[in-house]
């Protein structure tokens, strides 16, 4: 079992719906990542939240809006997607930036419709 | 653009055997290092780390890490049909860019 808990587990969502994301974890880590995964590729970063600031955003789409309300949460806001937006989104935690290893939630299999 | 290279796969061994897969990275200044298991469907999961050169052992895996050929790679001793799964290697970016950069992946599948 993952300590990094992600919901809902499946969204289907139509274009013009808002929906959120959201990702908790209590195991102190100060770094906090959303990635997105398209079929048979390799995860790829959105965002970077660090000691709940945001450092990276990896020129990611205004329809996708993150969110730390404090250092166990992440929201990942979702506005106007398309088809292709279509993927499994993880979380993902970490100690600090840097050299810590990353560990992943579940992940939200998400379909635009 | 920094890049992780792996061999996509499939890389076929039979039960038992020793399956070896292999990653190389283009940042020289790269000093930390994963791997991840990936089952179909599911989400990537820590099976080791590396930050030295040399080997790193944890039960059944052991990491290898050569920096100065850029290369690092992953042994699974006694492969089990459950070890069948996508292996991603990643490489912390340096430079104070801390992005984690992942290999396309390889595909292991273990046979009776």
């Known amino acids: 079992d993952t300590e990094v808990t992600q919901t809902p587990k499946h969204l289907v969502m139509g274009m013009t719906n808002k929906k959120s994301l959201k990702c908790e974890q209590h195991?102190?880590?100060?770094?906090m990542y959303w990635y997105k995964q398209k079929a048979k590729k390799p995860p790829e970063l959105m965002f970077v939240?660090?000691?709940?600031?945001?450092?990276i955003n990896e020129s990611v789409p205004s329809r996708f809006s993150p969110e730390c309300p404090n250092s166990s949460l992440l929201n990942l806001h979702l506005h106007a997607l398309q088809p292709e937006d279509s993927a499994l989104y993880l979380c993902?935690?970490?100690?600090?930036?840097?050299?810590?290893?990353?560990?992943f939630g579940n992940g939200t299999r998400l379909t635009v419709t | 653009q920094k890049e992780v290279e792996q061999n996509s796969g499939p890389l076929s061994v039979p039960e038992g055997a020793i399956a070896s897969l292999n990653c190389t990275y283009s940042?020289?200044?790269?000093?930390?290092f994963f791997w991840y298991r990936q089952y179909s469907g599911k989400s990537p999961e820590l099976i080791m780390f590396?930050?030295?050169?040399g080997d790193k052992e944890d039960g059944r895996f052991t990491a290898q890490l050569n920096k100065a050929s850029q290369y690092v790679s992953l042994l699974i001793r006694d492969s089990q049909p459950s070890d069948s799964a996508t292996y991603l290697c990643?490489?912390?970016?340096?430079?104070?860019?801390?992005?984690?950069?992942f290999g396309a992946g390889t595909r292991l599948a273990v046979h009776p």
């Open positions: 993902a935690s970490s100690q600090r930036t840097g050299d810590s290893p990353l560990h």
């Open positions: 195991m102190g880590h100060r770094a």
């Open positions: 939240y660090s000691y709940e600031k945001l450092s």
């Open positions: 940042d020289r200044g790269s000093q930390s």
């Open positions: 590396i930050y030295s050169n």
């Open positions: 990643a490489v912390m970016g340096s430079g104070g860019y801390n992005k984690l950069i």
